[in-house]
């Protein structure tokens, strides 16, 4: 997509996709490192996708943002929400779809090895559950 396309886009537009890409980034990586049986599977990529899992997620990636990633990063933490999910304060549920934002857009602009070198980030500090 073009800038202009992107900038059209409403922010949770951008955090729909993301949410899909970053449950894509999840399920490989879970696939890759030893779960095998596909309850195993699920359980831990509902505990690492749920919102307080993004939330910390989210603060790993915050520092490596660029100012553009930023600034849809703040678009997605500051939009309104109708329900939070149990389990999730409000904070944790903002700050997850402002993660779902970020990896949105950089699919969307086309830049997967960005939001694949993110989610390393995340997965690199252990902060994915």
């Known amino acids: 997509m073009t800038a202009a396309e992107l900038n059209s886009l409403s922010v949770l537009a951008l955090a729909h996709v993301g949410d899909a890409v970053y449950e ?59 329900s939070v999910p149990r389990g999730a304060s409000k904070a944790e549920y903002h700050a997850a779809t402002a993660l779902e934002a970020v990896f949105g857009y950089l699919h969307l602009a086309g830049r997967d090895e960005r939001a694949q070198e993110l989610f390393d980030a995340v997965i690199s500090t252990g902060e994915e559950n």
Not at 28 to 50: E, F, I, P, S, W
Not at 62 to 70: D, R, V
């Open 24 to 82: 894509l980034f999840v399920r490989t990586y879970l696939a890759r490192h030893g779960q095998h049986k596909v309850v195993d599977l699920h359980r831990a990529t509902v505990n690492m996708v749920k919102a307080p899992a993004q939330a910390r997620a989210a603060s790993v990636i915050l520092p490596l943002l660029t100012e553009e990633e930023h600034a849809v990063y703040k678009r997605g933490r500051n939009s309104h929400v109708n």
